[in-house]
């Protein structure tokens, strides 16, 4: 009677031991797809801030001033603290 217990104590740790080592894959995994998901947002974010500025440049040359200025020196401003980071 000892010894069936103990081997389902054994069982039972081996389970618990397993399942923790899966849990744990499992999570690094989610992290390695949150970082790939995060790289792709960053770029387009930047394809889309690129675009913006365009825009707001192409808007200045027609004669656009104040609000796109203003717009265009945030936009900027924020690109060249992002590139020196």
């Given at each position: 009677m000892?010894?069936?217990t103990t081997v389902a104590a054994v069982?039972?740790?081996l389970?618990?031991?397993f399942g923790l080592i899966?849990?744990?894959y499992r999570w690094y995994l989610k992290q390695e797809k949150q970082d790939k998901d995060i790289k792709f947002i960053k770029e387009e974010q930047i394809i889309l801030t690129q675009g913006v500025l365009?825009?707001?440049k192409g808007l200045?040359?027609?004669g656009c001033d104040g609000p796109v200025t203003i717009?265009?020196?945030k936009?900027?401003?924020h690109l060249n603290k992002q590139a020196h980071k």
């Open positions: 000892e010894v069936i069982i039972t740790a389970g618990v031991i899966f849990a744990v365009a825009c707001l200045q040359e027609q717009a265009i020196t936009i900027e401003t």
